[in-house]
């Protein structure tokens, strides 16, 4: 069975550090979402991907956060400098397109920032 | 604005036990759609169900079953006999039906399901 891909899976980085986490859809889906999910809450999407191109990065802190899809396949998020706050689990899902498809999501990579 | 409430915080129950999970949601969309993840230990969220605003049948899936009512805007998810297994936080999820380019979800802050045996 297909799945979402990423890594690392656990990353512990300094205040100020750069960190940057990688994912890979399913193959064949044109949609890749990037959420951040902070402990005992939800997720929240940071990010929407349709193709190479960004739908929505409206939740994006974009002075110390980037994303990209370079190829319309995989994906990179970086944050730069990273900050206590930013400690949480970053949560990589893909759909088949835009529309009400469920969205598969991948194992996620839980960030410490000490 | 889409929100979507999970008022159970914690659930504990013994194995055999029914438990239903209840999910209350709000959207001013007409079209509309309603997930169910679960999230065991591991982090990965899996996906459970999709359910259409206007299909209001309810649905059964093994010891899964979902009652959608839309006059009180909830979406609850009951399982029957649960298992260990079942222990994992569950989420319910709110996407709107306006087409385009958005087409995020909207999580509820979910439910933690603990199962004793």
């Known amino acids: 069975e297909a799945e979402v891909a990423q890594s690392p899976r656990y990353k512990i980085t300094e205040k100020s550090q750069a960190v940057a986490f990688w994912c890979d859809p399913i193959?064949?889906?044109?949609?890749l979402y990037w959420y951040r999910q902070i402990l005992g809450q939800g997720p929240e999407l940071l990010v929407q991907?349709?193709?190479?191109?960004?739908?929505?990065d409206s939740q994006l802190p974009k002075d110390r956060f980037s994303a990209e899809r370079l190829k319309g396949v995989d994906s990179t998020l970086k944050i730069q400098p990273a900050e206590l706050g930013d400690s949480a689990m970053y949560l990589c899902?893909?759909?088949?397109?835009?529309?009400?498809?469920?969205?598969?999501f991948g194992p996620g990579t839980r960030l410490t920032v000490t | 604005a889409q929100k979507v409430t999970q008022a159970q915080t914690e659930i504990s129950v013994v194995e055999k036990e029914d438990v239903t999970l209840d999910c209350v949601y709000e959207?001013?969309?007409?079209?509309?759609?309603l997930f169910w993840y679960k999230q065991p230990p591991s982090g990965e969220l899996v996906f459970l169900i999709r359910r259409n605003s206007f299909d209001e049948q309810n649905e059964i899936s093994g010891r899964y079953s979902w009652n959608f009512q839309k006059s009180t805007s909830s979406f609850n998810f009951t399982i029957t006999a649960s298992q260990v297994v079942d222990s994992a936080v569950y989420f319910c999820?709110?996407?709107?039906?306006?087409?385009?380019?958005?087409?995020?979800?909207?999580f509820g802050k979910g439910i933690t399901l603990s199962v004793r045996p």
């Open positions: 999820a709110l996407r709107g039906g306006i087409t385009g380019a958005n087409s995020k979800l909207t």
């Open positions: 991907f349709q193709d190479e191109s960004v739908v929505d």
């Open positions: 959207t001013r969309d007409t079209t509309y759609y």
């Open positions: 899902a893909s759909s088949t397109g835009q529309g009400p498809y469920e969205q598969y």
């Open positions: 193959s064949g889906h044109a949609t």
